[in-house]
């Protein structure tokens, strides 16, 4: 089972959803300690074990460290601007 850390931005940008988005997304975050990779996952192309997972409107970048069994949450955003300085 992995791990999961949120950095302090995305912890921010979770608090400023509306609530019923921010419920699904925390599901979705929840889940990736039993499965780090589902099917709804895409690998963002240019970086290493780094991932994005769609949720309506909405997207959770995140990185994979699989030799320390960890899951980093970079980024929670809107998909217009969710991938501006990644």
Known sequence: ??????K????KQLAALPLNVANRI???IDGLATNPRPASNTKLQGYTNVYRIRI?????????????LMIEVIKIGHRQSVYRRL
Not at 1 to 6: A, E, R
Not at 8 to 11: H, I, P, T
């Open 8 to 11: 302090k931005k995305a912890e």
């Open 26 to 28: 925390v599901a979705v």
């Open 1 to 6: 089972m992995y791990s999961i850390h949120i």
């Open 56 to 68: 309506g409107n909405y997207r959770i970048i995140y990185s994979v460290e699989d030799a320390i």
